[in-house]
Each structure stands twice: as C-alpha cells, then as structure tokens.
C-alpha cells in the first residue's frame, strides 16, 4: 500500500480509502446500496486494515447516521489506535424534516459536527468535508464555520465534495483572504468511463495543490464487467440505481479494452479500471465501497497492477472526451509559448 500526501497538508493517506455508505441500510435508498450491519461491517474494516488502508470515509447522511454509528462501534470492537486510522466524515445532507436541518449554514455544520462525533464515539474528526455546495448559504459562512471547528480542535482539516472548479478557487481564495483553515481535498467523481473532471477540475486541483478522493471509481458497478453491449441484465447496485449517469456506449468501449487486458494480467476488470485511476498523477486516494468481503479484497488488489504506457494509451483513446469550448481554444492558443517550457 502506498501512501500519499492529502493535498497540501502534512498527512498521509492510502491510496485506497475505505468506503462505508453500504453501511446500516434499510428498506430505503440506502438499502439499495447497502444494509451491511456490525458483524459484516468489522470484517470489512478488518481486511482494509490489514491490508494497509489507514483512510475511511462516511457521511452523516448514510443511512440517516448509521453508518457513523456502524463506523465508530467498529473501530471500538477491533482495538483500533485513533493515531492508525484518517476518518473523514461529510456534512450537507438533510438530517431532519426542518428546514434548517440541512445545507451548509454556521448551525447546521457546527451541530452536525457534534453529532457525527457522538456517532463516531471519537473525540476529533480527521477530514470534515461540506457534502455538496448550498446555494442557499453565503461561502463565507460556511468556510468560517468550519475555522471554528478547526480551532475548537473537533476538526483536524477540511475539504470539499463535488463542486465546481470556480466555487473551489473561491473558496480557497476566501480562506487565504481572510486567515482562514485551509481546503485540503475535493472529493469527486472520476472514473476510466467518466473523465468530465478532467476538463476543469484535475488542472485547478493540481494547481492550488488539493487532493482528490475519488467516489464511485468503478461507475456505480458499470465497470464491474457485469454489463455487455448485449444488452444483458446484471446483478449489482446498478440495475436498481442507476447512478452516476455516463456515456455508456464509451463505457464499453473501456470495458473491450479493459477485458483484453485484464485476460493478460490474469486479474479482474475492476482491478484494471481501478489501476488506471492510480495511475493518474491528479488522484489521492480511492474510495471503495463494498458489499462482500471478496469484492472488496479484488479491489484492494488493484494496488499492485501495474499499467504499461501502451495500455493506457489504449484505454485513453477509446475513452477520451470530446473537445469543448474554451479548452480547444486555450490549447490551441498556449501552442505559441508551451513549447518554450519544454526541456532540452
């Protein structure tokens, strides 16, 4: 297992990063994804843990704070050191009927704080991430909410989940303006067969020097190698939710390559997909998530496949992005300097 530094910070993170939102489902949404319960949810911990992993993710919002609970009752049953483990937690979501029982104001992160904490039973968070950006909140509200947490000690650092590349840079010019903790991470959808964060969030990402912790790597199980052009129906949390939306048809063309290869490697196509986003220099760390212990000792395996420069030639060519504007205009205009910045 390899680790890597999260963003511009001074800590460290595995490169894959345990995902519990199949954690406490019910006959709900959440069910759809996951109803793991303790006992199959410390295996799961288990394996990750002994496998390297020392990153974990959560949100309030799985399963309605079952999956904190889950979570924390889990580190408490293995032993866990609180020095071993990074535990990130998001907060956005509704967590009741009222409506001030969601979204990203000063009350609704500092009260949601507290109570991922008594869910976690741990006593400082790792990473609090702002779950989705609210339209309704003023930025700066939110980014001084959670300096408050930070200087409280409840929060060690902060970070973001899907948004845009222009809400980031705001952001982080926010907190740099006024003094405030600083935006370590973004937490955001990539995948072999969804490559949008490319157009705009890899190059910000890379040059404000914030991590990034993918969601969803294998695309929502497309990329499983369950599902063909055939049209044939698989097993998976797929068929039920049908989430996140891609270009199928680029997808399978992914899945041709990825199967060629995987039959060379002798591994699995999650595997391959999984390494390619490894293999790109933008991510952090990955987040898996699992139902069974098997599927989820596969995917740590990726961490030891290793992609040649002809095949992740040929995975970029079948899943490369059309060109849009303003991107093929700045690159044809950066054409009469960026040759200059290349070495002898």
């Known amino acids: 297992m390899r680790y890597n530094r999260l963003g511009h910070s001074g800590l460290f993170v595995s490169e894959l990063c345990l995902g519990t939102m199949t954690f406490g489902g019910s006959d709900d949404m959440w069910g759809q994804i996951g109803k793991l319960q303790q006992a199959e949810a410390d295996g799961l911990l288990k394996t990750a843990l002994d496998a390297g992993i020392n990153f974990i993710d959560t949100a309030n919002i799985y399963a309605a704070g079952k ?3 889950i979570l924390g009752q889990s580190l408490k049953n ?4 609180r020095e071993d483990v990074v535990i990130a937690t998001k907060v956005h979501g509704p967590m009741g009927a009222g409506p001030n ?4 104001s000063r009350g609704h992160v500092l009260d949601q704080a507290k109570a991922s904490l008594r869910r976690l039973q741990l006593d400082h968070i790792d990473l609090y991430q702002i779950h989705g950006f609210d339209p309704a909140t003023p930025m700066v509200e939110t980014l001084e909410a959670l300096d408050t947490l930070v ?3 409840h929060v060690r650092y902060i970070g973001l989940s899907n948004w845009a590349a222009w809400q980031v840079v705001k952001a982080v010019g926010i907190t740099e303006a006024r003094q405030l903790a600083p935006i370590v991470s973004l937490q955001a959808y990539y995948s072999v067969g969804g490559r949008d964060l490319e157009r705009e969030l890899a190059p910000m990402l890379q040059a404000e020097q914030i991590g990034l912790m993918v969601w969803s790597p294998l695309a929502g199980g497309f990329l499983s190698g369950k599902f063909d052009r055939d049209g044939k129906t698989a097993e998976g949390r797929r068929v039920n939710f049908d989430f996140p939306p891609i270009d199928k048809n680029r997808a399978y063309d992914a899945i041709d390559v990825m199967r060629a290869i995987a039959t060379d490697k002798a591994c699995t196509i999650p595997q391959v997909a999984l ?3 490894l293999h790109q220099k933008v991510v952090t760390s990955i987040i898996l998530g699992a139902k069974r212990m098997e599927q989820l000792a596969d995917n740590i395996g990726a961490a030891e496949i290793a992609l040649s420069p002809e095949e992740l030639a040929a995975l970029d060519t079948v ?3 059309p060109a849009e504007y303003p991107g093929w205009m700045i690159e044809r205009q ?6 200059m910045l290349q070495s002898k």
Do not use: F, I, N
């Open 67 to 69: 999956s904190e609970e």
């Open 334 to 339: 950066g054409e009469y300097r960026s040759h």
């Open 78 to 81: 293995l032993g866990v050191s």
């Open 319 to 321: 899943t490369q992005l």
């Open 151 to 153: 200087r409280q000690g």
């Open 275 to 277: 390494a390619w986003l």
């Open 101 to 104: 029982a969601r979204g990203s």
